[in-house]
Structures are given as structure tokens and as C-alpha cells.
């Protein structure tokens, strides 16, 4: 005999799958017709409409007049079609990247689009991570009205590290942290019951960069955020590829042999610290930023050039080697030092192509538009992801009410 409770629990799953099903589709494909919808839930009209009312009156979808094709003399002929889209405002999601000299957010909404960014100076390894923690939720916060902050259903946080599967920070050695339950951390001071998940800077910067397109890029692609420290992310068919311990991607320990004087790896070549620290031995500035060094180098100042063709020749280095392994075929750069990339692009295809194999195809190289905050979105997308998901918090109080109860030990 069939037990009610599972039955309905049973219908329950279903619809929330269909749901999320629902959901997913007008975030990756933007505004559909009924018809449309239900073609791509392949439910029958009247199964696909009961999904739409239930969104519907949760406020997260709303009806649209279709807009009229672009074109010149174009006349409608009867009734404008109704859209169904996502309400862009309904529930927003934060993200922070603790980075080494910054800290950055991001605020987007059940579309993914960007509220608002901020960026701040940050001096990270003065700081203990506590502290990082308690101006990064502070700094997510403070442009959000009080009456706002009820829609938010999530809050992600990226660094520079290497961590587990979990999000256990191992080590962060440019910020001097060690064996961090970092999403642990922000869950104690956020004044908000959300879900909180931390991950890897570069990861996180993968994850927003490929989330929610239309069309998933197939093949391999490398992601790799160039700051103080040096990370990537590898995406593979549309999925992050982690590795056995979490740690794929982290290019910026690649040992570079051929480079003068003590061993040193990719990061210590090409991050912000090394050419900042080289720049300013030759800058009249007394407190030059990066945005000066990217002056004197679009200027052909020699000093400043030098120090470029440095930094081409050891980029195009790590990434030959890098592709030995996992054979990309495109490579998206971002952080703030990916600035440079496009002023010495030719320099680092010349440097490739005296480097490698001429039997060995190179991928790609383009530079991501999220600059300084890309890996903050990609932690707001990560919480955006989950909402989208059956692990989404719309479906607790359905889980906890065909939860076991627990045993009254006075019984």
C-alpha cells in the first residue's frame, strides 16, 4: 500500500524540479512564449502553465508584451505576443573577492546582471582573516537598504588559495592563512540566514565567466586571474574541472627553468608585486600605481617596455607549458594586470611561437570584461546557481515537512 506522505513528497520533488527546470531556461535563454517554455520542459500546456502560476505568484516571472521585430517599415499585424522573463529585482545575490590589494563586490540579480561593484584598496596580509572577513560583509552591505536585504539568497566569497572541495582554505600564503573554514567565517558575522559558499579566486572567476550563456562553449578553456598571485580555472565542456584535491588550474606555481637568477615560478614573474616592485626602481613617481605603468608602456617608455617584454616572454612561457598538459583552446585572462595583455599581445604570440612546437595549435587569448571583479560575480553566480538547483532554500520548509520527527527522549 502506497504511503500518502511519499506520494505527495514524490509530486512535491517533481514539481520543484520542474520549477527550477522552468527557471533555468528563462535565465539562460531570456524571454520565451508559453508555448516556448513548455516545449523546452516538455510538459503539455496545461503541466507547463500550473509551473508558471506557481512562479508567478512567488513574484519571481512576470508577463511581457513581446517587443516588435527591428525592422525598417515593419507594421504588427494583430495582438502583441505575451513573454514570460525572470523579475530582474525579485532576489539578489552578493559576491566578494578578498584578494591581496583589494577587496571587491558584487550585487546581482535573478537575471545575473550587475547592480553595483565596489572595489577598495586593501593591504591583506596585515590583516588577520577575521578582520578581511568583517570588511568584506561590511562592504557587501553597505550601499543595501535594510528593507531590501530580505531578498537576498545568497552570499559567496572567492580568494586567492588553495582549498579543498569544501571550501576548507589549506593555504592562502600571499594573505598568510592557513586551514580557513572561510565560509564558516562569514556565516558568523553576515547578519543574514543565507547560503554561503566560498571557493578559489580563479575558479570563481571561471564559474562567472562561462555561467548562464546560452550556448555552453565546448572544448577546453583556461581562465586565468592575473593579481599578486597568478590562478586558473579550467573549464571543460561547460563544467570546472577541480582535480583529485581541488587544486587543478593553479598555474602559477609552474616553475619557469629558463629564467635568470634563482628558480622561480609563474607567479613571482608576472604578478602585480613583481612588476610594480621593478617599476618603481625606475618611476619618477614617489607612489607609482599600476595605472601609470600602463601608461609609460602604451607611451613605448624603454624602462617601463623592458619590464613588459619581461612579463610577455615569461606569460607566454606558462602558458605554452600549461597547454602541453591540458591542450585549451582558449584562454580568457582577467584580474587587473590582464590590462597589459592587450598593450604586449604581439610580444607574447611572438615569444609563443619561438617557444613551441609549430605542430602544437595555440588557443585563443582574450581578456574578460569584468576586470578587478570578476571573481566576485563569479561568487554571486555560484549562490545564483544554487537557487536555481533543488538545494535551494524555496524548497525548506517543503524538505522539513516530511522530515522524521525527532525522538522525545522522555518518552
Not at 502553465?49 to 525598417?72: F, K, M, N, Y
Not at 517599415?73 to 513573454?83: D, L, T
Not at 565596489?118 to 535594510?146: K, T, Y
Not at 583552446?329 to 609563443?352: K, N
Request: some cysteine.
Amino acid at each position: 500500500m502506497n504511503d500518502p506522505a511519499l506520494t505527495a513528497s514524490s509530486h512535491r520533488r517533481i514539481r520543484q524540479s520542474n520549477e527550477v527546470a522552468a527557471l533555468r531556461a528563462l535565465h539562460q535563454f531570456g524571454r520565451l512564449s508559453r508555448a516556448e517554455l513548455a516545449r523546452k520542459l516538455r510538459l503539455n500546456r496545461s503541466s507547463s502553465g500550473h509551473i508558471i502560476a506557481s512562479l508567478t505568484a512567488d513574484g519571481l516571472v512576470r508577463e511581457a508584451i513581446e517587443d516588435p521585430p527591428e525592422q525598417p517599415g515593419y507594421a504588427r499585424v494583430g495582438r502583441p505576443g505575451i513573454m514570460l522573463e525572470l523579475v530582474p529585482d525579485a532576489i539578489f545575490f552578493l559576491g566578494v573577492e578578498i584578494g591581496v590589494e583589494h577587496i571587491s563586490t558584487v550585487e546581482i540579480d535573478l537575471g545575473t546582471n550587475i547592480v553595483s561593484t565596489n572595489v577598495e584598496p586593501f593591504d591583506g596580509p596585515s590583516i588577520s582573516v577575521e578582520a578581511a572577513v568583517d570588511r568584506a560583509v561590511s562592504m557587501a552591505l553597505q550601499s543595501i537598504p535594510a528593507s531590501k536585504l530580505e531578498r537576498c539568497e545568497g552570499f559567496g566569497v572567492s580568494t586567492p588559495a588553495q582549498m579543498d572541495k569544501h571550501g576548507l582554505v589549506r593555504l592562502a600564503p600571499l594573505l598568510g592563512w592557513r586551514n580557513v573554514h572561510l565560509a564558516e567565517l562569514v556565516r558568523d558575522v553576515l547578519p543574514l540566514r543565507v547560503p554561503v559558499l566560498a571557493e578559489n579566486d580563479a575558479n570563481a572567476f571561471a564559474i562567472g565567466a562561462t555561467y548562464g550563456r546560452s550556448e555552453a562553449h565546448s572544448g577546453v578553456t583556461l581562465f586565468l586571474v592575473m593579481e599578486s598571485g597568478v590562478g586558473g580555472g579550467i573549464i571543460i565542456d561547460g563544467n570546472l574541472f577541480r582535480g583529485a584535491n581541488g587544486l587543478a588550474g593553479e598555474i602559477g606555481h609552474l616553475i619557469i627553468s629558463d629564467a635568470p637568477g634563482p628558480r622561480r615560478n609563474l607567479e613571482q614573474l608576472i604578478g602585480l608585486e613583481t612588476i610594480m616592485g621593478e617599476y618603481r626602481k625606475t618611476s619618477a613617481l614617489s607612489h607609482p600605481a599600476f595605472g601609470n605603468f600602463l601608461a609609460d608602456v602604451q607611451d613605448r617608455l624603454p624602462s617601463a617596455v623592458s619590464i613588459a617584454e619581461h612579463w610577455a616572454k615569461a606569460l607566454a612561457t606558462g602558458l605554452v607549458q600549461a597547454c602541453r598538459i591540458i591542450d585549451a583552446d582558449r584562454i580568457v585572462l582577467g584580474g587587473s594586470v590582464a590590462a597589459l595583455y592587450p598593450l604586449m599581445a604581439a610580444r607574447v604570440a611572438a615569444h609563443i611561437h619561438a617557444i613551441q612546437e609549430s605542430s602544437f595549435p595555440f588557443p585563443s587569448i582574450t581578456v574578460n570584461d569584468e576586470g578587478t571583479v570578476g571573481s566576485a560575480f563569479g561568487a554571486a553566480c555560484m549562490l545564483h546557481q544554487r537557487y536555481l538547483s533543488l538545494e535551494s532554500q524555496r524548497f525548506a520548509d517543503d524538505a522539513a515537512e516530511f522530515e522524521e520527527p525527532e525522538a522525545d527522549e522522555g518518552r
